[in-house]
């Protein structure tokens, strides 16, 4: 079938909307109509650091949509439901069995080669191909092949708008939390970077009845958000500008009582990142969520003397299918109230979403055909 994607051509391009040759529905997988598709930091990221070779690209990993056809072997799914599509995993590896398929012994195939694990893409232009099959969806397209094991089946009476990044960025920083973290209303929590997956974590917290939560961010407008879920803003910029990274650890263990129980990095800032396993109490935990700089310096003396624990996490360890419809429930109970942090735009307009999030003028812009 022809259906209109929003393509980037080579590394570093901006997206452009043209049609394209989609496949039918294989016996595996699942054929969705995107009705909004969710703008994750990832994606800005993967066009400007794929390999010129694995374009043209289409990306987009939190789409939602309705079920239009489903292959012969998919169980659980059927035409009509309304999806929220997420990460792919083998659901047979033993991370998998475990429940942790965010560390699929196939996630690196399933999710960002571009195409299926036989090679083909599933779309193609004038016979040649483009990549796709990002996340298992490149869902900035009017339609999308998905699959059993990231099709995550939810109320009709939901709005897809609204649900569409508990795919990803949303499931990501609540897993942070209540996944890794655990926090019990007496710990503390900061959270270095407070867009949409920082303020999820701060989201989670506050419905865990975390007593303490700081949030550090340089946009004001951030900070403005995460005071509504009672989070106690810090700006370095407005701190001393000598020995800044001293003075945003003092503020922290100042506001939490001698260092943070739990951390979330998600700003891949190696600076930041050092700051926050400073930030920590004695057996404190850092989470490092961002995608970014690949190092970072440690303070080993420190790391070991106060058995701090820092460690990575995939999607907050989250299993998809169990952890959008646990988030969906909360946020119905009133106890995830992140509805407003979405703002919607025309497919037409995701330069404009870019550059608004980017300003930190919007928290999760949403993109709607
Ligand atoms: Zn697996
Ligand atoms: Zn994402």
């Known amino acids: 079938m022809r259906t209109t994607v929003a393509v980037v051509h080579a590394p570093g391009q901006d997206f452009a909307f043209e049609e394209v040759d989609l496949d039918g529905p294989r016996a595996d997988e699942v054929l969705v109509r995107i009705v909004a598709t969710g703008l994750c930091h990832t994606d800005i990221t993967m066009r400007t650091m794929l390999p010129a070779e694995m374009f043209p690209n289409v990306f987009g990993h939190e789409g939602a949509g309705v079920v239009e056809e489903v292959g012969a072997d998919v169980d659980g799914i059927e035409v009509g439901d309304h999806v929220v599509l997420s990460l792919r995993s083998c659901r047979a590896c033993p991370r998998c069995e475990a429940g942790l398929v965010g560390y699929c012994d196939s996630s690196l195939f399933l999710n960002y080669l571009g195409m299926r694990m036989d090679g083909s893409t599933t779309m193609s232009r004038d016979g040649s191909p483009v990549f796709g099959s990002f996340f298992g969806q490149s869902s900035f397209a009017q339609h999308a092949l998905a ?13 897809l708008t609204r649900i569409a990044p508990y795919g990803c960025g949303f499931q990501t920083g609540a897993g942070a939390v209540l ?8 710990d503390s929590l900061v959270v270095y970077g407070v867009g949409a997956v920082g303020l999820a974590a701060i989201a989670a917290a506050q419905a865990e009845g975390v007593a303490t939560i700081v949030a550090v961010d340089l946009m004001p407008s951030r900070l403005e958000v995460a005071a509504r879920y009672g989070a106690v803003g810090v ?18 263990k100042e506001l939490t009582g001698g260092g943070a129980t739990g951390a ?21 935990q850092l989470v490092v969520l961002g995608l970014g700089a690949p190092e970072f310096p440690v303070d080993a003396i420190d790391l070991m003397q106060n058995g701090k624990v820092i460690r990575g996490s995939v999607e907050g360890d989250s299993d998809p299918l169990e952890m959008v419809p646990r988030l969906i429930e909360l946020n119905r109970a009133g106890r995830f109230d992140v509805d407003d942090l979405v703002v919607s735009y025309p497919f037409a307009e995701i330069g404009a979403a870019i550059e608004d999030v980017t300003a930190g003028r919007i928290v999760k812009p949403v993109l709607v055909w």
């Open 147 to 159: 699959y059993a094991d990231n099709c995550v089946v939810v109320d009709k009476s939901l709005d």
């Open 179 to 186: 996944n890794v973290l655990k926090p019990g209303p007496e």
């Open 235 to 252: 700006d370095p910029s407005r701190l001393e500008p000598n020995d800044l990274g001293t003075q945003v650890v003092e503020r922290v």
């Open 264 to 284: 979330v990095d998600t700003t891949a800032v190696p600076e930041v990142l050092r700051q926050a396993a400073q930030s920590l109490a004695a057996r404190g």
